[in-house]
């Protein structure tokens, strides 16, 4: 019901918008968050796609997505599922290959980013004509909820470092809520050759290089409900390589 009163209030404006969901072990949060962006989506009237791209979840979170396909329609909920975890990047290259919207939204799957912004971000792109829009939550309104005293040093230490050693033009570099004009998201994929939570930081990076224009939307980021955090040592350590990497190559 809530997809074709969505299409029904479509705004015709010609701009359509596909949002990449890269999943592993997402079968409890998946219909939470397909439920929510066709509440949003349908609300503001703008036309959207929801791209399920799950690396063979052993949690049977593929066979959910085809549950929520059942539901709210081919048209609406397309599945590319891939056999095996392949890395971030190249999930959101397989997607974009299947995207019909000239607009990209990148997200992720466990809750952590609330659908609830994204009439936000859409506004703030047509404000300025950016090429990117990402969510900050260091600044304005934005925040963390959820995180222990330990996740939030790393986040804010990671950040501010990144910050006096690149000089990014942009105030969240390792946040992954972004909308991205289609062959903007192209380009910076193809650049980019970092992986884990470093590739988030070089996509922004690559912008400023790039001359693309940057915007910012406040957002609350909140702990994943359902699920372990991916976020570990080894994560941490190639973070920091990831960095080094990048100051000495931009």
């Not at 949003?40 to 949690?59: A, C, H, L, R, T």
């Not at 995207?99 to 912004?117: Q, R």
Request: with cysteine.
């Amino acid at each position: 019901m809530a997809s074709r009163k969505g299409s029904q209030q479509s705004r015709g404006d010609g701009d359509k918008y596909s949002v990449l969901l890269p999943t592993y072990n997402e079968r409890d949060n998946l219909p939470l968050i397909v439920w929510l962006l066709v509440k949003y989506f349908g609300e503001s009237g703008y036309d959207y796609e929801i791209i399920v791209i799950d690396d063979g979840s052993p949690d049977g979170t593929l066979e959910v997505a085809e549950q929520l396909q059942k539901i709210y329609g081919e048209d609406k909920i397309l599945l590319r599922p891939r056999a095996k975890k392949l890395g971030l990047g190249t999930a959101y290259i397989h997607g974009i290959k299947h995207a019909k919207g000239n607009y990209v939204f990148i997200m992720d799957a466990d809750l952590s980013h609330h659908p609830k912004f994204i009439p936000e971000f859409i506004g703030k792109q047509r404000e300025g004509g950016y090429d990117l829009v990402s969510g900050t939550r260091y600044r304005g309104d934005g925040g963390v909820y959820g995180w222990d005293l330990r996740r939030k040093l790393i986040s804010r230490g990671a950040n501010y470092v990144t910050q006096v050693l690149l000089r990014p033009g942009a105030s969240d570099l390792t946040g992954s809520f972004r909308l991205y004009k289609k062959e903007v998201l192209e380009s910076l994929v193809e650049r980019c050759v970092s992986k884990g939570y470093v590739f988030q930081m070089e996509m922004i990076v690559r912008a400023r290089q790039l001359n693309y224009t940057i915007g910012e939307v406040p957002i609350s980021f909140v702990d994943r409900v359902y699920g372990e955090s991916k976020l570990g040592g080894n994560e941490i350590v190639s973070f920091l390589k990831g960095l080094l990497t990048l100051f000495a190559t931009t």
